[in-house]
């Protein structure tokens, strides 16, 4: 059996599964929020709790695989988003398996991985584009915060090549961005890309743009300020929070653009992460593909660009579990 994760900073899935060949099929599938758990082993162990009590014990496991949310740096975790420390001997250690068997991915690489392996439901066509054969990849996802990667014909596959994109400078491209921008390095030095693409990113921009519009959730620790404004817009109930969501939803098809020229991804641009989910009417009304195609010169070559978001909620489990499957025969 393999063991395949995604730790994110909001909450992390596991998923147990049985090999047959080349082929994986899920037997048991658990999330919890990631607060919930004050280390990675109370995680596994609640797991193996649960998976047991469903009759599925977590023995004789082959080897583990896990996208988390942070760089992989000497076999550690480097993050702010995600509260635990991990390392491949930890989890190894806890899951009582061979080091040599145990995987770190970066989340965003793990979900970039799952692309060979997903279904024609899996994917929620943008826009048709021309996608050419061999020609690179690219995987973008907002969440907790943003990840990017890069796929690349080695010749035999699609190999992936993580990166920390979300972590280059914000670069707005109009005067509100601007304004945004101005408003968040009254407090921070340095304004990222993903302190607006990411979940965060949303009351971020309405904090800014509508100062004299507050909402009772800003101040509750409690409540879900993206999710609250992504709601209210959907229902039409406040008209700063509709603009607000557009306002991101620029930012996010902006920064897919910006990948989209470091890469060239004539083989397509697939939109990944738990915020793509949530606002599907929103990224299908065509502001995303306009944001990423408005790039002056390159705007019509970018249009021919293939753009599918993920549908699939489990993608970087999928991704992590490939990669462990492989690992399992070396």
């Given at each position: 059996?393999?063991?395949?994760?995604?730790?994110?900073?909001?909450?992390?899935t596991l998923?147990l599964?049985?090999?047959?060949?080349?082929?994986?099929?899920?037997?048991?599938?658990?999330?919890a929020?990631?607060?919930e758990f004050p280390n990675i082993?109370?995680?596994?162990?609640?797991?193996?709790?649960?998976?047991?009590?469903e009759g599925h014990?977590?023995?004789?496991?082959?080897s583990?695989?896990f996208?988390?949310?942070?760089?992989i740096?000497?076999?550690?975790?480097?993050c702010n988003?995600l509260?635990?420390?991990i390392?491949?001997?930890?989890?190894?250690?806890?899951?009582?398996?061979?080091?040599?068997?145990?995987?770190?991915?970066?989340?965003v690489?793990?979900?970039?991985?799952?692309?060979?392996?997903?279904?024609?439901?899996?994917?929620?066509?943008?826009?048709?584009?021309?996608p050419?054969?061999?020609?690179?990849?690219?995987?973008?996802?907002?969440?907790?915060?943003?990840?990017e990667?890069?796929l690349?014909w080695n010749?035999?596959r699609?190999?992936?090549?993580?990166?920390?994109?979300?972590?280059?400078d914000?670069?707005?491209?109009?005067?509100?961005?601007?304004?945004?921008?101005?408003?968040?390095?009254q407090?921070?030095?340095?304004?990222?890309?993903?302190?607006?693409?990411?979940g965060?990113?949303f009351?971020?921009?309405?904090?800014a743009?509508?100062?004299?519009?507050?909402?009772?959730?800003?101040?509750?620790?409690?409540?879900?300020a993206?999710?609250?404004?992504t709601?209210?817009?959907?229902?039409?109930?406040?008209?700063?929070?509709?603009e607000?969501?557009?306002m991101?939803?620029?930012?996010?098809?902006?920064?897919a653009?910006?990948?989209?020229?470091?890469?060239?991804?004539?083989?397509?641009?697939?939109v990944?992460?738990?915020?793509?989910?949530?606002?599907?009417?929103?990224?299908?009304?065509?502001?995303?593909?306009?944001?990423?195609?408005?790039?002056?010169?390159?705007?019509?070559?970018?249009?021919?660009?293939?753009?599918?978001?993920?549908?699939?909620?489990d993608?970087?489990v999928?991704g992590?579990a490939?990669a462990?499957?492989?690992?399992?025969?070396?």
């Amino acid at each position: 059996m393999i063991l395949a994760g995604d730790l994110g900073g909001t909450k992390c899935t596991l998923i147990l599964y049985d090999v047959d060949g080349q082929q994986l099929r899920a037997v048991y599938r658990l999330t919890a929020r990631t607060a919930e758990f004050p280390n990675i082993e109370d995680f596994f162990a609640n797991f193996r709790e649960q998976a047991k009590r469903e009759g599925h014990p977590l023995v004789g496991l082959a080897s583990a695989g896990f996208g988390v949310a942070g760089a992989i740096v000497n076999d550690e975790v480097v993050c702010n988003n995600l509260p635990w420390t991990i390392t491949r001997q930890r989890v190894a250690e806890s899951l009582k398996i061979e080091p040599s068997k145990t995987l770190l991915l970066n989340d965003v690489e793990a979900a970039a991985s799952s692309l060979a392996h997903l279904e024609k439901k899996d994917l929620l066509e943008l826009n048709p584009g021309i996608p050419q054969p061999r020609a690179p990849k690219v995987y973008v996802a907002a969440g907790t915060g943003l990840g990017e990667s890069i796929l690349f014909w080695n010749g035999d596959r699609y190999q992936v090549s993580a990166c920390e994109a979300g972590l280059t400078d914000f670069a707005p491209g109009t005067d509100r961005e601007i304004v945004v921008l101005q408003a968040l390095r009254q407090r921070m030095p340095r304004v990222c890309t993903e302190e607006i693409v990411s979940g965060r990113g949303f009351r971020a921009i309405h904090e800014a743009i509508f100062p004299e519009v507050q909402h009772s959730f800003f101040h509750d620790p409690t409540q879900d300020a993206a999710a609250n404004i992504t709601q209210q817009a959907f229902a039409k109930t406040c008209s700063a929070c509709e603009e607000s969501l557009h306002m991101w939803t620029e930012a996010y098809g902006s920064e897919a653009g910006n990948m989209a020229l470091r890469a060239l991804p004539f083989g397509g641009v697939y939109v990944g992460g738990g915020i793509a989910l949530k606002i599907l009417p929103k990224l299908k009304d065509g502001t995303f593909v306009r944001a990423f195609c408005n790039k002056t010169k390159l705007a019509d070559e970018l249009a021919r660009i293939p753009i599918f978001v993920v549908l699939n909620q489990d993608a970087p489990v999928l991704g992590a579990a490939y990669a462990a499957l492989v690992a399992k025969s070396l």
